[in-house]
């Protein structure tokens, strides 16, 4: 027989704590909900009563939604909390289950355990005119919805983020500010103004608050990330899932009336509130979906500028691949002042809140967005978790990329170059990328370095005026000056077939393992030393990176390939890579 903790239920909801008490859950009823957060209902029972005014919170919906916590189950309480709501002119308490443990499944128990009767939740009547709920103060306090009021705010007896809605106002919550923004403007056919949004969580949720004109003014300055804060009298609304990702149902705004007072005690209070899921199920995803993900950074691309084309306003970003326990990589772009301070030199392990997926060539990827919280090298279990499996054999792993990239990255699948010619990569419907193990058997010197405009984000070759300046056709200006580029036309060879593509500046520098500049001086004053360093490279294995296309020139129709990308090849994951194909070749370890 299951022993339930009989008696808990009238004891919880007459305020009397009982520590970990053991109940079996009934029944579940998913409410409705003003966007996608769901919330559930249970009923529950200690085996002598029976209580449905009882919430689960919304971070262990897993529960029900993978179907852990079933009808008739028997579970641990862990952690709750009480709320007063108003249900027909009554006060009424609800439970909030913050924590709980299913110690043996409903389909192992399969019945109802006693005949427990329905608890009777009578509740206090609110009077006309009376706000359903009286200040959350204890009773060495005064009685008053002011914070400020309170000469001690450690007494303050608080609710739970996820016991807030807009049918009560005199709360007060206990929270850690896990996310600030900077403060930005807007100016339209309305007027002008400035906001700025904090990411606030505690036990039971997360909720996004925000502050226009004069309360961004007030709040900003004083509100730290990582800090703890009593909060009071906000307005509640529900959230605009346009430009809110946290999984709440609604979202504060600062008032004139509001209080936030900071809590100088420690607490335990999340940082953050993660909800990881794995790379591998990113293909599942839809385009725009707002996900949270753990991984490895295995590589990381250079900061790069470009200007965008509706605003001509500067962007920068950088490109990371990610990968994780899954087996599988997914690209990730960092954007602003996210990608400048990165550094994935090491191979952080990094935990990304609130990215946006995204979709190019047909394949998925993620990015960051203004409200995206990047945490590197996090003190979680899942953390390390994931850092030990790396060391100890992830990182040599050959892993599923279920992104395409225009470059940086080496993402694409590994082939060989008469496999590529075999299924017509490049052609209508086929794919257009794909990584080899390739030497280079020439470099065509002609042509392979050229005097590049000067001006940044131009590349196209300047004209010498034979008078000490440089015409630039495409900017129609002249320079003084001028940047060598390479431009190196380079045969590629492996064991079945060879492919000649083109290799652009950056690219030619790895391979040449010389800038731009030092083999353009070079070849200035010593052709024939010029031509040395370019075959310097001949017959050296690299790991290359090819994007092939089809187009037509002189009505012929031929393939142009590009190097995306090239790195000094890694002998032990290229001998991982030939195992496996192995094994797939010879059938060993299938079943």
Known sequence: MYDLTEGAIIKIMNGVNVDKPIIQVLGQKKLSSTNNTERYRLLISDGKQINSFTMLATQLNHLITEGTMTEFSICRITQYTISKVNNNGQQKGVMIILGIEVLVPGSEVNKQIGNPTQFENTGTKVESGQSEQKPTLKPNVIQNSSMSTTSDPSQLNTSPISSLSPYQNRWVIKVRVSNKSDIRTWSNSRGEGKLFSMDLVDESGEIRCTAFKNECDKFHSMIEIGKIYYISRCQLKPANKQFNNLKNDYEMTLTADSEIIPCHEEADIPMIQFNFIPISSIEEKNKDDIIDVLGIVKFSGELQELTARATGRLLKKRDLTLVDESNAAVSITLWGSQAEQFDGSSAPTLAVKGARVGEFNGAKNISTLNSTVLQVDPDIAEAHKLQGWYNSGGKDVEVKQISRSTGGDMNAPWITIQESKDLQFGYQGQPTTFLIKAS????????????????????????????????????????????????????????????????????????????????????EHDPNEFQKKINECTYKSFLVKVKVRQESYMDETRLKAVVLGISPLDYKIYATHLLKKLKEFTGIGKS
């Not at 056709?473 to 060598?484: G, W």
């Open 440 to 523: 280079i058997s020439m470099v065509k010197a002609a042509n392979s370095i050229y005097k590049a405009c000067p001006n940044e984000g131009c590349k196209k070759k300047v004209v010498d005026q034979d008078n000490g300046m440089y015409h630039c056709e495409k900017c129609q200006t002249e320079y003084p000056n001028f940047k060598y580029r390479l431009l190196a036309n380079v045969n590629l060879v492996d064991s079945t077939s060879n492919q000649w593509a083109t290799a652009f500046n950056e690219e030619s520098e790895k391979l040449l393992d010389s800038s731009a500049q030092e083999l353009g001086e070079i070849k």
